[in-house]
C-alpha cells in the first residue's frame, strides 16, 4: 500500500475508532459522523476503488446515514471496521488452522510477561518464532496523524495480531462476528481486554441434597441427574423444564486420585468426545466444561426442577434422563421445592459416554475455575468464553497499555500480558480467597490493569500540567496593602479557609506562569470574596479581571455584590450580557478595549468576537461545569499578547479528592471547607405518600404568612416526559396547578428549562424581589440566584435525585442566617440506594461527605454530568477503590516524565502508542480549563 493510500486509509480508520468506542456509543456522540465517513470513503475510493472488496457497497449503504437508526448505523460501523481489517496491515484471516489450545503455558515466577510467548498449536506466529515485535494497531502520533512523508513508499508492515479481526479466530464465522461487533468487539484485542464478570469454581460442586438445605438467594454450584427434560410452549413463551436427582458422590473416581470423583486429583471436570470440535458446545451451554466424573453411584435424596427461559429449541436433547449436569444458579424454593431459573450450565455428561480418563482429549481439561463473560445478545456463553480463551492464546503476550516494566517492577505488579492471561485462565489451585477476590475485581490481576489505565491517565495528566506551565504571564505582585483593602472593602470576616485560599491565589498570580486554580467549596462558603480578592490583587498591577457566570440572572447577582465592595476600594466594574442596550454594550467594550475598567462581569457574551481587553490578567470563571471547554479556552484566549492571563475556575459542587486528581489533575486546588458563622443547618426530613404532601403544603403556608418564600423542585418539566419508569413521577406543570389550588393566597410561579432565558430570568427575578411566593421548578434552580428569604426547599420524588444534586438544592434555601427547613418527598417504596442517599441528607450537612457518598454510589460521570471536564472513562480503575493506586501510578508518571520530558526513549514507546490510542479514541476527552 503507497504512503497515500494509507493515510485516506488511516483517515477513515479514525472515524470509525471513535464511533466504536464504549460499545458504538460513537454513533450517537461523534457530531457529523455520516459526512466525515463518506468523505473519507470516497478518498479511498478515488485511490484504489478495487483495494478492498465490499467497500463500494458499503460506501452506498453510507449514503443513506442519516436514515438509519442508532443500532443499524452501530452495525455498519463495525462492517466498516471488518472492511479496513482486511488490508494487509492487519493479520491474515485463519480459518485451516487446528484449534489451538486453550491452555497458557505457566509463567515463570520473576519472569517478565513479555518474554511468554503464546502455544499455539499449528499456527504460525511471528513472535513466538522470533520474529519482530508488531507495532499496536493504534501508531505513533505522527503517523496517526497522517504525515508521512508522501514520496516515498513505505516497507510493508508486519501484521499485527491484535488489530486482526475476530473473524480471524476459528469457530467464529460472520454471523458470530456480528454479534460481536454489535457489543463493540471488533477485533482479537477487543476479546482479549473483555474480561469475565464472574467466576464459578467447578471443584466445589456440591451434591443436590446439600443445596436443597441452603438459604434462598445463595448462588449454588452443584452436581445432579437428570429425571426429564423437555421444551415447554405456553401464552407464546417457550422455555425448557428439566427435573433433577441428586447424586451421591461417595465412590471414588477409577483413577483413584480423587475422592470427590474428579479425574486427576485437580478437581477439574474434563471434556469428553461430547464437546464439539472447534472449541466447546456451539450452543454455548457446555461451554467448553465436557464432561463429569465416573464412578458415581445414584441414591435420590433430593429433587430440582430447573427451568430456562427464552431457550432454543433442542435444549431438553442435550438433556436426556440419566445424564449428569454441573450447574450454578440462585437457590429458590416454592413450596418446599427446590427450583432454579436460568442457572449456568457447566458441564453436561450423557449418559454411556466413557470415562472422563479414556477421553481422546482428556490432556485438555478446560479450566477448574470457570470465568462468566458479559452477555453478549445472541452469542450463547460459553462460545463467547471459548472465543476469549482463543483470542487470549494468540495475542496475549503482544498485549501493552504502555507501563514500562521498570515501573512494573517499582510497584511490583505482574506484566499485563500475566494479568490478562491468569483472568482469562485463573491457575487451577486458586484458593478460595483468590476466587473472591477475583469476584470482587480486586485480584493482583485486576489491580495491574486498573494501574495500567491510572498510570496513562497520570502521564496524559501530567504532561498537560507541564505544557501549560511552559506558557507565560504576566505577574501580578502582592501588593503591600492588599490585606487592609480587602478587610475594608468586604462586610464580613473572613473564615481561616478563605484566608489559606486567597494566600494560594495570590502566590500564583504573582508568578510568570499562568494560574490554573480550581476554587471548590461548599454552598455558602464565601468563594465570591476570594474571586475578588484575587481581582483586586490583579489590578493594583495594572491588569483586568474578566468574570463569566453561566445565566444572566447569575452575573447580575456577582455584579451586585462585587459593586459594593469595587467602590470601596476604587475598582472600576460594570456588567455586560445579551440583554445589555446595544449603545451602552459598545461603550463598555471600548472602555474594556482601552483597559478603563478593572473588572467586567459577564455571560457568554465576553465570548463574542468584540469584546476584547487592554489588559487582561486573570478570568474567573464561575459554576464552570456549565461551560464547555471550548468556551472556557476562547475566554482565556483574550489576553493582550503579552502573557496568557491566570485563570481561576469555581464549582459550588464538592468533588472528591479523587476526582480532584483526575478530572481536574491539571489545575491546582484550593478548598473552602469551613462555612461562615452564623449559617444554621437547614433542618432536613423524609416524608412520603399524601399525609408527606399535606404536611409540606401546611408548611409552606405558615412560612409564607411570616414573609418567607419556599421553592418546590420536581424531576420532570410535563406529565407527557417519559423515559424507563419517568410515567410515574411527578411534574412541574401539573405541579403548579396543584401548589396554586392548595395554596389559594400564594402567589406561584413555575420555572424550567424549556423557558427561554428571558423569561426565565424574568420568573427568577420576580421570587427574588418577593413578587412570587412560591417558585415551582425543575432543576434548573439548582445553581441559581440568593434569595435570602426563601426557607423552605421541598423536592418531590426525591429518591428520583441524585445526593449532590439534592444537597444542592438544600442549599439554596437558609441563606438569609435564619431557621430553613428541607422537606424530600417520595411515592413511597424507595429502592435501597435511595434510601442511603435520603439517610445520607439527613446524617450530614458536609458537601464533601455527600461528594465522596455520591462518588461511590453513581460514579464520577453522573457526579459531574457526562463527559464533563474530561472525566476520565475507566473500565478497571475505581475512583472510589483506588485512591492509592492512583496516588502511586501518578508518582510512577512523573518520574518517568522527570527522566524523560519527551517520552522519546525506546523504552516507552510503547507509552507513546498508549497516549495515542487514549487520544484518537477520546478516553480521557476535553481540557479541565
Not at 82 to 93: C, F, K, N
Amino acid at each position: 500500500m503507497d504512503a497515500e493510500l494509507k493515510r485516506r486509509v488511516e483517515a477513515l480508520r479514525r472515524p470509525l475508532e471513535l464511533a466504536a468506542a464504549d460499545g458504538f456509543t460513537g454513533v450517537r456522540t461523534v457530531r457529523g459522523l455520516g459526512h466525515a465517513l463518506r468523505a473519507a470513503c470516497d478518498g479511498v475510493l478515488a485511490r484504489a476503488a478495487d483495494t478492498i472488496a465490499g467497500l463500494d457497497a458499503w460506501r452506498t449503504t453510507l449514503g443513506r446515514w442519516e436514515q438509519l437508526d442508532e443500532q443499524q448505523q452501530a452495525v455498519e460501523v463495525a462492517r466498516g471496521m471488518r472492511l479496513l481489517a482486511r488490508l494487509p496491515r492487519t493479520a491474515p484471516a485463519v480459518r485451516a488452522a487446528p484449534e489451538p489450545t486453550f491452555a497458557l503455558p505457566p509463567l515463570p515466577s520473576g519472569s517478565e510477561s513479555r518474554d511468554v510467548q503464546p502455544v499455539v498449536h499449528g499456527v504460525a506466529n511471528g513472535a513466538a518464532s522470533g520474529g519482530a515485535r508488531p507495532r499496536s494497531r493504534v501508531r505513533d502520533a505522527h503517523v496517526a496523524a497522517g504525515d508521512a512523508p508522501a514520496d516515498r513508499t513505505d516497507p510493508p508492515e508486519p501484521p499485527d495480531p491484535l488489530a486482526a479481526p475476530t473473524h480471524s479466530l476459528p469457530g467464529i464465522g460472520p454471523a458470530f462476528a456480528e454479534k460481536l461487533a454489535e457489543k463493540g468487539l471488533i477485533t482479537v484485542e477487543d476479546l482479549l481486554w473483555l474480561v469475565p464478570r464472574r467466576y464459578d469454581d467447578v471443584r466445589d460442586a456440591r451434591p443436590l441434597a446439600e443445596v436443597a438445605a441452603m438459604a434462598e438467594g445463595q448462588r449454588a454450584t452443584f452436581i445432579a441427574r437428570v429425571a426429564s427434560a423437555r421444551m415447554v410452549f405456553a401464552r407464546g413463551r417457550r422455555w425448557a423444564e428439566v427435573r433433577l436427582g441428586s447424586v451421591d458422590r461417595r465412590k471414588p473416581s477409577a483413577g483413584g486420585g480423587d475422592p470427590d470423583g474428579f479425574a486427576g486429583g485437580a478437581g477439574v471436570l474434563p471434556r469428553g468426545p461430547s464437546a464439539s470440535k472447534g472449541g466447546g458446545d456451539p450452543d454455548g451451554f457446555a461451554g467448553g466444561a465436557g464432561v463429569l466424573p465416573r464412578g458415581i453411584d445414584v441414591t435420590v435424596t433430593a429433587t430440582a426442577l430447573v427451568r430456562w427461559f427464552n431457550v432454543f429449541a433442542g435444549i431438553d436433547k442435550r438433556m436426556p434422563p440419566g445424564s449428569q449436569v454441573a450447574l450454578s444458579g440462585i437457590v429458590r424454593k416454592r413450596g418446599g421445592r427446590l427450583e432454579l431459573a436460568n442457572p449456568d450450565i457447566l458441564a453436561i455428561e450423557l449418559p454411556g459416554e466413557p470415562a472422563a480418563d479414556s477421553a481422546p482429549d482428556a490432556a485438555r481439561p478446560p479450566p477448574a475455575i470457570l470465568a462468566r463473560y458479559p452477555d453478549v445478545a445472541g452469542v450463547p456463553p460459553g462460545r463467547l468464553r471459548t472465543a476469549c480463551a482463543t483470542a487470549c492464546v494468540r495475542v496475549a503476550a503482544h498485549a501493552e497499555d504502555g507501563v514500562p516494566p521498570v515501573v512494573e517492577a517499582a510497584a511490583g505488579l505482574p506484566g499485563v500480558a500475566e494479568a490478562l492471561a491468569r483472568l482469562h485462565a485463573p491457575p487451577p489451585d486458586s484458593s478460595p480467597d483468590d476466587i473472591a477476590a477475583l469476584n470482587r475485581g480486586d485480584s493482583r490481576w485486576h489491580r495491574r490493569l486498573a494501574f495500567g489505565e491510572l498510570f496513562a491517565l497520570g502521564v496524559a495528566i501530567t504532561l498537560r500540567r507541564r505544557e501549560r506551565r511552559a506558557d507565560a504571564a504576566v505577574p501580578c505582585p502582592r501588593h503591600p496593602g492588599l490585606a487592609g483593602a480587602l478587610s475594608a472593602a468586604l462586610p464580613f470576616t473572613l473564615t481561616g479557609a478563605q484566608h489559606r485560599a486567597i494566600d494560594e491565589i495570590a502566590g500564583d498570580v504573582a508568578r510568570d506562569v499562568p494560574m490554573n486554580r480550581l476554587l471548590q467549596g461548599d454552598v455558602g462558603a464565601g468563594k465570591t470574596a476570594v474571586a475578588f480578592a484575587a481581582a483586586l490583587q490583579a489590578a493594583r498591577a495594572g491588569r483586568q479581571t474578566a468574570v463569566m457566570a453561566p445565566t444572566e440572572l447569575l452575573a447580575e447577582q456577582h455584579a451586585e455584590t462585587w459593586r459594593g465592595w469595587a467602590r470601596a476600594v476604587g475598582l472600576r466594574l460594570d456588567l455586560v450580557t445579551a440583554s445589555t442596550p446595544r449603545g451602552v454594550r459598545a461603550s463598555l467594550l471600548a472602555l474594556a478595549a482601552a483597559g478603563e475598567l478593572d473588572v467586567l462581569i459577564g455571560t457568554h457574551a465576553l465570548l463574542a468576537e468584540a469584546v476584547g481587553f487592554g489588559a487582561l490578567g486573570l478570568v474567573v470563571i464561575d459554576e464552570q461545569h456549565r461551560f464547555g471547554v471550548a468556551q472556557r479556552a476562547r475566554l482565556r484566549d483574550k489576553g493582550d499578547g503579552q502573557g496568557a492571563p491566570h485563570l481561576l475556575v469555581m464549582t459550588a459542587i464538592p468533588i472528591p479528592r479523587t476526582l480532584a486528581l483526575t478530572a481536574y489533575g491539571d489545575l491546582d486546588v484550593s478548598v473552602l471547607d469551613e462555612l461562615p458563622p452564623g449559617r444554621t443547618p437547614v433542618a432536613t426530613r423524609v416524608l412520603s405518600g399524601a399525609r408527606g404532601t399535606a404536611a409540606a403544603y401546611q408548611l409552606i403556608a405558615d412560612r409564607i404568612a411570616a414573609g418567607e418564600r419556599a421553592y418546590l423542585v420536581y424531576p420532570k418539566v410535563a406529565p407527557d416526559d417519559d423515559g424507563d419508569d419517568a410515567r410515574t413521577w411527578k411534574d412541574a406543570t401539573t405541579g403548579a396547578a396543584e401548589v396554586a389550588a392548595a395554596l389559594p393566597r400564594a402567589r406561584v410561579g413555575l420555572v424550567h428549562g424549556r423557558l427561554d432565558g428571558a423569561e426565565r430570568d424574568r420568573v427568577m427575578r420576580a421570587f427574588k424581589t418577593g413578587a412570587l411566593d412560591a417558585l415551582v421548578a425543575t432543576t434548573v434552580i439548582e445553581v441559581g440566584v440568593d434569595v435570602p428569604a426563601a426557607t423552605v426547599m421541598v423536592v418531590h420524588d426525591a429518591d428520583r435525585f441524585g445526593l449532590a444534586q439534592l444537597h444542592q438544592l438544600r442549599g439554596r434555601v437558609g441563606r438569609g442566617g435564619g431557621k430553613a427547613h428541607c422537606l424530600l418527598l417520595t411515592q413511597g417504596g424507595v429502592s435501597e440506594d435511595a434510601r442511603r442517599r435520603l439517610d445520607a441528607m439527613i446524617a450530614t450537612h458536609d458537601g464533601f461527605r455527600i461528594a465522596e457518598e455520591d462518588l461511590a454510589q453513581r460514579g464520577p460521570g453522573e457526579l459531574l454530568g457526562p463527559r464533563q471536564a474530561g472525566v476520565p472513562r475507566l473500565r478497571f480503575g475505581d475512583l472510589q477503590q483506588h485512591t492509592e493506586l492512583l496516588l502511586e501510578a501518578r508518582r510512577h508518571a512523573e518520574a518517568v516524565l522527570d527522566a524523560d520530558p519527551d517520552l522519546a526513549r525506546p523504552a516507552h514507546a510503547a507509552l507513546r502508542r498508549a497516549l495515542a490510542r487514549r487520544q484518537a479514541r477520546s478516553v480521557y476527552g476535553a481540557e479541565s480549563g
